[in-house]
């Protein structure tokens, strides 16, 4: 899964970006530059320290997501693609070309040494003037196909050039009237006609309110608290919140000093673990487990997954050979302790390839090579 850190200059996407990589990256160098990077963050997962801890294998795996920290986006940046004079949005897309989510930073904390670039804090207007960035960058992408496809038609007429045609201009009237592209519904077959294209406004975004540290205690209620409850009401749109400065502070901490400092500053639980499970949600992705002796592991998968296709997450060749999959709850697993102790007490399930994959499910997979 990889998610790209997006927002205005200056609003802690970097802060973020470290906390999220557990600063395993070093970013010291980057300064203001129009570079992305990319760094990986392990997802913690209580339920699998659970299974290792009784299958005792030699390795355990967490899950992982891939965050690309993305340069500053400021005012006018997506417009002056439309206008045709930007370079830089040429390879702002090809950094988010596979991302899945965006991870827009909003800031709310005030520091009179770090003027704001629209001048004052206001996460709702920067979560206003980022959006139209997105859709006057999609608009340039739409309307720059849109010409070579009158071209192409002119030259001779093809069903799927129409095809394609129509959609870009349903998304573009659509995005003339400032709505991005994410509310949009499409059928798969459309769905599958614009896959190439990098629209932006079409990803499910996550808005991380980043609040100063006085703040911390609105970290729970942060929809109420800064006014989103429109930007809530959303399809595909995640909210949460964090204290960029100091809970990065306080990841690099040893576990016990920064249990400390967390309750000292009311912080609800880990930032990390907090976004994290909202991607999730937002994307509609959890875990299911392998558990055995080599290696425990977590896999993301999307809701409603054949256990085939979760096969092929973890190899092609699973899902190529697909024969069986044995399930075993992961209440059962705990509670017994073995796949065999599941078979003796009748809980393991012989499942096809047409079953939907629950979340928590440990599985061991029959194939054939
Ligand atoms: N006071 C305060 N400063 C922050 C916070 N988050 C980031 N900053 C500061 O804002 C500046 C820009 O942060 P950075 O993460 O590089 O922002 P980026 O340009 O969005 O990547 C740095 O000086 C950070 O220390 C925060 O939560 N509170
Ligand atoms: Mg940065």
């Keep these: 899964m990889k998610v790209g850190i997006v927002g205005l200059p200056q609003v802690g996407k970097t802060t973020i970006f470290k906390l999220l990589t557990r600063g395993r990256v070093d970013t010291s160098s980057w300064g203001g530059g129009r570079e992305a990077h990319i760094g990986i963050a392990e997802v913690a997962d209580p339920r699998l320290d659970r299974l290792a801890a009784i ?46 989510a965006l991870l827009h930073v909003v800031r709310a904390f005030e520091d009179p040494s770090l003027p704001h670039i629209e001048g004052s804090v206001d996460p709702v207007r920067d979560i206003g003037v980022f959006e139209l960035e997105l859709i006057f960058a999609d608009l340039a992408v739409i309307d720059k ?95 949460t919140a964090v204290c960029g400065k100091i809970e990065s502070e306080i990841a690099s901490l040893p576990p016990e000093d920064a249990r400390l400092f967390m309750e000292d500053l009311a912080l609800p639980d880990n930032a990390v673990d907090r976004i994290i499970q909202n991607s999730y949600e ?12 080599p290696e425990a592991r977590a896999w993301t998968i999307p809701k409603d997954t054949t256990a085939a296709r979760a096969a092929g997450v973890i190899h092609s060749d699973i899902e190529k ?43 061991l997979f029959r194939f054939n090579v």
């Design 55 to 100: 299958v005792k294998p030699k390795k355990t795996t967490y899950a992982t997501i891939e965050y690309v920290d993305l340069p500053g986006l400021a005012r006018g940046e997506g417009k002056a693609a439309l206008e045709g004079r930007s370079k830089e949005m040429a390879s702002y897309l090809a950094s988010l070309k596979n991302v899945e």
């Design 145 to 239: 196909r849109l010409e070579r496809l009158e071209k192409d038609l002119k030259k001779g007429r093809s069903r799927e050039l129409e095809m394609e045609q129509e959609i870009l201009l349903r998304f573009k009237a659509a995005l003339e009237s400032e709505q991005p592209l994410r509310e949009l519904e499409l059928t798969p077959e459309e769905e599958r006609r614009v896959r190439g294209f990098t629209f932006l406004s079409a990803k499910p975004i996550q808005l991380v309110i980043n609040v100063g540290d006085q703040d911390a205690a609105k970290i729970d209620r942060v929809v109420e608290a800064f006014g989103l409850e429109k930007q809530a009401a959303m399809p595909k749109v995640g909210i």
């Design 282 to 293: 937002l994307l509609g992705v959890f875990s299911y487990y392998t558990a055995g002796e």
């Design 321 to 363: 050979g697909f024969i069986k999959a044995e399930v075993v709850s992961y209440d059962d697993m705990v509670r017994l302790g073995s796949f065999p102790a599941a078979k003796a007490k009748g809980v393991l399930r012989l499942e096809g390839k047409d079953y939907r994959v629950r979340e928590g499910d440990v599985i």
